[in-house]
């Protein structure tokens, strides 16, 4: 008989969640629950914790997850202002971003990165033109998963062609190269958004510079 | 005031509830809930958080903005009502309220689903079983197969027994994709193959069945309400003709169409199909008035937008009643007790803009006046500073009014959507006063090809 009944045991593996990592005010890093669930065990103030270190667990619908600091996170752990008492439950209810501990990463001084967070999402500032989100939504550079991207760093524009999609409230529609302020003809620098960013109306999406004419024989992706 | 004031047994319901879902159908839950003395906790993503609607409310943010990680994730939901210790969830509409797995985790984990048995949700989800315990209670269908097609050969014989042209369907298909249509028995063969990959692709699953094709019918739908104890009452039908790529726009009760031997034909066997699936709570059976004859369709286990059409007409809440008969009370009426009364129509205004092709419109609402007045009803969450997340669908508000006659209803509409005032999205109030003051709409000279005015 094939062996059927092996059952991994939950309490040796537990599944593991990452806390999400915010700015605080003056430097300090808040972790926030990365799910909704039951809380526990959180370090007490003054211990040390550094990324992919536990911080206590999270259980949801019965199941104990651990909960690790994420990438980026470090310091010393501080007791927040709303600190809860010793009195309080061994276990508390979360919900999702709800904070969980307060890091000072000024006192140890490692490999602090409290500005890691967030994505280089700034406005190109390079002196290229700019393409920029003609409304607000979920950007998406390929047609598909596993499609092509619709446009790559190097390849050149021409105005009607798409660059990508827009999902606004599950309809999809196409972000297509053009505008006054742009050449006619340009090469795509940088594509500063990644795939499935949520982006607002007048981000930018594509840095462009202007194709010469003469330049343009070696860069056609298509020669006619 | 509570259930006990109102004379009804002091039968013991839920102390809280968790509505899972947002918007507009989460403040018609919690109002429900107020009626009864319940206390509702909003399940809600990043993006809804600060909402006008849910201020002063309890929440529990369950997730990012996404659908996926948020209204769409059943143990974020179901940890979520366990720990605000609701005993009863509601689902609303769309998201995860036909979602028999979802009813199922709820009830695992001692939280009421207010929905119909999982075992009735999953029968109805699929096409050809449901088709097949309709016939049994006497519903017409749309002619077709029995069932699932074998081949091509046998597609070929049962569209020459029903008539061309017929269209091939998925069984596990949805929004339109894996259908095909043949006119002719030379079609039959591409069109089953072109039905068949789609279905593959879009569902996984290759099994077609086959209808005929009905061009210009009609779209009539009959609200269904059912207690455990084997009640089950009508409310009347509703007429959803006027739709844009299959979004309902404007409905209306009575169909101005039905025949009334029709009607009652056809509301006596949907009550009685409905008990013969041992159907629990609110639910609507989709038909297609196909010259004079009302042909089943489809049914959906939960609440529908539309709903307010059929509580307007009966006085009935019928969300209330979903409630009562999910804590295990009879249904508070009978059906000699439902009285229809007047006209009654709906408007779905959407945050859309009529002049660049219906694309949705996100955006802050600067300023927002919903319209009053005799016979009229509004269930929005909007409100002046609410902003519209780009995230979910575009439904603003519901204008519903009431008249004696169909013309009384729709010139109140009229009245009233000329005193709705949204500043900052575009919506498509436009494109529903040029509906309700077409000649095709008044004069009732329209089907489902077209919409009225347009």
């Known amino acids: 008989m094939p062996v059927k009944n092996f059952v991994l045991d939950a309490r040796l593996t537990p599944p593991v969640l990452r806390a999400r990592l915010a700015a605080g005010p003056d430097g300090r890093q808040r972790l926030l629950a990365p799910g909704v669930g039951m809380f526990r065990g959180a370090p007490d103030p003054g211990m040390l914790v550094g990324p992919d270190q536990p911080i206590g667990a999270l259980e949801i619908l019965g199941v104990v997850h651990h909960v690790l600091a994420p990438v980026g996170a470090g310091g010393l752990v ?41 994505p280089a999402a700034g406005p190109g500032v390079s002196g290229g033109a700019v393409l920029r989100a003609p409304t607000s939504g979920r950007f998406y550079v390929r047609s598909g998963p596993g499609k092509p991207a619709f446009v790559s760093v190097g390849a050149v524009l021409e105005p009607g062609q798409t660059v990508g999609l827009i999902e606004v409230m599950k309809t999809f529609s196409r972000v297509l190269y053009g505008g006054d ?7 795509v620098v940088r594509i500063c958004q990644a795939d499935e960013s949520d982006v607002a109306q007048g981000d930018p999406l594509l840095e462009v510079e202007p194709v010469d004419a003469a330049d343009d024989q070696n860069t056609k992706p298509h020669p006619a | 005031m509570s259930a006990k004031t109102r004379g009804t047994p002091a039968v013991p319901t839920f102390r809280r509830l968790m509505v899972a879902n947002r918007g507009e159908v989460a403040v018609r839950i919690a109002r429900a809930c107020d009626l009864l003395g319940i206390t509702p906790v909003f399940a809600t993503s990043t993006a809804d958080r600060d909402a006008g609607y849910l201020r002063g409310r309890e929440t529990v943010c369950i997730g990012a903005a996404r659908s996926p990680q948020s209204y769409l994730n059943m143990q974020a ?6 720990q605000s210790e609701c005993t009863a969830l509601h689902p609303g509409w769309g998201f995860l309220s036909e979602n028999p797995v979802f009813a199922a985790l709820c009830e ?60 091939l369907k998925a069984e596990s298909g949805g929004g339109g994709r894996g259908m095909r249509i043949a006119r002719g028995p030379d079609e039959v063969a591409s069109a089953y193959a072109d039905a068949q990959a789609e279905a593959i692709a879009a569902f996984g699953d290759g099994r077609l069945y086959l209808e005929r094709l009905i061009e210009g019918g009609r779209h009539v739908e009959i609200q269904i309400m059912a207690d455990r104890y084997g009640n089950v009452v009508h409310l009347g039908e509703r007429d959803c003709t006027v739709q844009r790529n299959h979004q309902k726009l404007l409905e209306e009760s009575p169909s101005p169409s039905l025949s009334p031997e029709e009607r009652e034909r056809t509301l006596a066997a949907a009550v009685r199909a409905a008990a013969s699936i041992g159907y629990v709570g609110a639910g609507t059976m989709e038909f297609l008035l196909d010259q004079g004859t009302l042909r089943f369709m489809e049914m959906n286990t939960r609440l529908q937008v539309e709903h307010s059409v059929s509580e307007v007409r009966s006085g009935r809440d019928l969300v209330v009643e979903q409630i009562r008969v999910a804590a295990g009370q009879p249904l508070s009426f009978g059906q000699a007790d439902v009285v229809l ?28 006046h919903s319209p009053t007045g005799e016979g009229v009803r509004v269930d929005t969450h909007v409100d002046s500073g609410y902003e519209v997340p780009p995230h979910y669908d575009s439904l603003l508000c519901k204008v519903i009014t009431a008249g004696a006659t169909r013309d009384e209803a729709a010139d109140r509409m009229i009245a009233a959507l000329g005193e709705l005032v949204c500043e900052g999205v575009p919506t498509t109030v436009p494109l529903h006063l040029q509906i309700l003051r077409s000649p095709a709409f008044r004069s009732n000279h329209y089907d489902t090809r077209a919409i009225p005015g347009i």
């Open chain 2, 341 to 368: 009364t007047g006209h009654a129509i709906e408007c779905r205004i959407n945050a859309e803009d009529p002049a660049h092709n219906f694309k949705p419109a996100p955006g802050k609402i600067v300023r927002w």
């Open chain 1, 181 to 187: 302020a742009l050449p006619s003809r340009a090469r």
């Open chain 2, 77 to 82: 939901i179901v940890q979520a009502a366990r």
């Open chain 1, 78 to 118: 501080v007791a927040p202002e709303d600190a809860p008492r010793s009195s309080a439950p061994a276990r508390r209810a979360v919900g999702f971003d709800d904070l969980l501990l307060v890091l000072d990463p000024s006192a140890t001084r490692s490999e602090s990165a409290a500005n890691q967070s967030g």
């Open chain 2, 108 to 167: 695992a984990h001692g939280v009421t689903f207010i929905g119909p048995p999982a075992r009735a949700m999953h029968l109805m989800g699929k096409k050809t079983p449901a088709k097949t315990a309709m016939r049994a209670a006497g519903l017409a269908l749309i002619p077709g197969s029995d069932g699932i097609l074998d081949s091509v050969e046998q597609a070929r014989e049962v569209a020459d027994r029903v008539g061309y042209p017929i269209l």
